[in-house]
């Protein structure tokens, strides 16, 4: 079984001597395939043979999620179309998805990493997993299904929406592991625990994502459902779930270096930060064929430790994230950029640029407003309140999130004006 014979199991050295060859390889790849690299080291002066160790990674020019939106849909793409046996996307910052593509030996290789984090979580061909992840364009629900698969388990492919459809499988097929968004699992227990069904529950692991939590929430949830739950990260750029994940020691998410090597530096500077110091994660994938990005800006904002973990595992863990360093908001683990709210707001003749985007949880459910400011001129007695506009606005809106929101139409001049950097999130949301 390919996921057993864990390269995260080597030593350091090792680590380093895999890391450097693939590195090598990969950059030498993207040059001779993907033309914007091929110009972007060019400009800087670089050549594939000029990378010889891991530390001249830092001569290498970053990737961007906006490099891909340019280079939309399938520009940054380093084969042709008959070798991508899928794609995924996620949001852009305006308008446009980045697009992602895997050929066969990407796909086996994510399936790999994610059957390596459910073994990590301790679910094994012995479990049956509900995954509550969406499936469809978002990585989620695909990439945990395959990796569930891998490892033999047997998949429940429940994807999102249907909260009672979920409980009543969960308690009939006696599931015993669940892979969802963390504050989807606290609206689960909820449920449950409404139904008076916790103490009828074969669940005993959660391997949760897509969105920000931290160790109270997890505790929170361990207590409520009484199992043990995991942090498992991802994006969809440089892959999807599978990443990172963290052991049963829950000390930082353990990063499956043989495929991303990770490297941590300072926001503003763009200058490599030291092991321990937090920064923004950038990832460089050493053996995708479809999208392969040197040096992405994750905008994740976290810290690396290279030491050994207690669990016997020698790959670095980055610790739990403590923000990013972008806009990006992360609703219902859908990723939403005021600037998308902004550009579909434009389509409505009737309203301003002026609105507010205010986020909330409302039982462990994410909920989303967004109020906008009608121009003056259409404010007349017809239009106050007026449903069919709302409707209109809710529509636009949809189309470019995915998702619902509440519509609320305030009047002009209500809304808060900015001198400097206008604001336009309030996000309520607690993470406890
Ligand atoms: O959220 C992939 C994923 C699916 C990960 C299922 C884990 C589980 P994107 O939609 O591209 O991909 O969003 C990626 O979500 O840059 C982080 O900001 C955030 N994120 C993902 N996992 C975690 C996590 C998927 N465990 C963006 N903790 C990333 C905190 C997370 N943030």
């Given at each position: 079984?390919?996921?057993?014979?864990?390269?995260?199991?080597?030593?350091?050295?090792?680590?380093?001597?895999?890391?450097?060859?693939?590195?090598?390889?990969?950059?030498?790849?993207?040059?001779?395939?993907?033309?914007?690299?091929?110009?972007?080291?060019?400009?800087?002066?670089?050549?594939?043979?000029?990378?010889?160790?891991?530390?001249?990674?830092?001569?290498?020019?970053?990737?961007?999620?906006?490099?891909?939106?340019?280079?939309?849909?399938?520009?940054?793409?380093?084969?042709?179309?008959?070798?991508?046996?899928?794609?995924?996307?996620?949001?852009?910052?305006?308008?446009?998805?980045?697009?992602?593509?895997?050929?066969?030996?990407?796909?086996?290789?994510?399936?790999?990493?994610?059957?390596?984090?459910m073994?990590?979580a301790?679910i094994?061909?012995?479990d049956i997993i509900q995954v509550a992840y969406g499936y469809g364009?978002f990585?989620g629900g695909l990439g945990a299904h395959?990796g569930a698969e891998?490892?033999?388990a047997m998949v429940v492919p429940m994807s999102t929406g249907n909260s009672k459809k979920l409980t009543t499988m969960m308690l009939d097929f006696g599931v015993t592991a669940i892979a969802c968004t963390p504050s989807y699992l606290l609206h689960i227990s909820e449920l449950l625990e409404q139904e008076g069904k916790i103490g009828d529950l074969k669940l005993k692991t959660a391997i949760c994502g897509a969105e920000?939590w931290?160790?109270?929430m997890?505790?929170e949830i361990e207590?409520r459902l009484h199992i043990t739950a995991h942090?498992i990260?991802?994006?969809?750029?440089?892959?999807?779930p599978?990443?990172?994940?963290?052991?049963?020691?829950?000390?930082?998410?353990?990063?499956?270096?043989?495929?991303?090597?990770?490297?941590?530096?300072?926001?503003?500077?763009?200058?490599?930060?030291?092991?321990?110091?937090?920064?923004?994660?950038?990832?460089?994938?050493?053996?995708?064929?479809?999208?392969?990005?040197?040096?992405?800006?994750?905008?994740?904002?976290?810290?690396?430790?290279?030491?050994?973990?207690?669990?016997?595992?020698?790959?670095?863990?980055?610790?739990?994230?403590?923000?990013?360093?972008?806009?990006?908001?992360?609703?219902r683990g859908v990723?939403?950029?005021?600037?998308?709210?902004?550009?579909?707001?434009?389509?409505?003749?009737?309203?301003?640029?002026?609105?507010?985007?205010?986020?909330?949880r409302v039982n462990n459910l994410d909920?989303?407003?967004?109020?906008?400011?009608?121009?003056?001129?259409?404010?007349?007695?017809?239009?106050?309140?007026?449903?069919?506009?709302?409707?209109?606005?809710?529509?636009?809106?949809?189309?470019?999130?995915?998702l619902n929101?509440?519509?609320?139409?305030?009047?002009?001049?209500?809304?808060?004006?900015?001198?400097?950097?206008?604001?336009?999130?309030?996000?309520?949301?607690?993470?406890?």
């Open positions: 079984m390919i996921w057993n014979e864990t390269k995260e199991c080597m030593s350091r050295d090792e680590m380093t001597a895999l890391q450097t060859a693939r590195l090598k390889k990969i950059v030498d790849y993207v040059y001779h395939n993907v033309e914007f690299y091929r110009k972007k080291m060019q400009k800087v002066g670089i050549l594939p043979g000029d990378i010889k160790t891991l530390e001249d990674i830092k001569n290498l020019p970053f990737t961007t999620k906006d490099d891909l939106r340019d280079n939309y849909p399938f520009g940054l793409f380093a084969v042709p179309q008959s070798s991508i046996v899928r794609v995924h996307a996620s949001s852009g910052t305006t308008g446009k998805a980045t697009v992602v593509g895997y050929t066969r030996h990407d796909l086996d290789i994510w399936a790999e990493c994610v059957a390596r984090c073994t990590m301790n094994s061909k012995n364009l990585t395959s891998k490892i033999g920000p931290t160790d109270k997890r505790t207590q942090d990260y991802g994006l969809s750029e440089v892959m999807g599978g990443v990172a994940c963290d052991c049963q020691f829950h000390n930082g998410l353990h990063v499956c270096e043989d495929h991303f090597y990770p490297e941590i530096i300072d926001a503003k500077t763009l200058l490599p930060a030291g092991d321990g110091e937090l920064g923004e994660l950038v990832f460089t994938t050493l053996t995708k064929e479809g999208l392969p990005l040197i040096r992405y800006r994750t905008k994740d904002l976290t810290s690396i430790d290279k030491s050994p973990c207690e669990c016997g595992r020698t790959s670095a863990r980055i610790s739990k994230f403590r923000g990013r360093s972008d806009d990006m908001l992360i609703i990723n939403v950029f005021p600037s998308q709210v902004e550009a579909a707001l434009i389509e409505v003749k009737e309203v301003t640029p002026h609105y507010m985007i205010i986020v909330d909920t989303l407003e967004i109020q906008v400011e009608i121009d003056e001129k259409y404010y007349t007695d017809e239009i106050k309140g007026l449903e069919a506009l709302k409707n209109k606005i809710g529509h636009v809106i949809n189309q470019a999130l995915g929101a509440k519509i609320r139409i305030v009047e002009p001049m209500t809304l808060k004006r900015s001198e400097g950097k206008a604001v336009h999130v309030i996000d309520n949301r607690k993470l406890f």
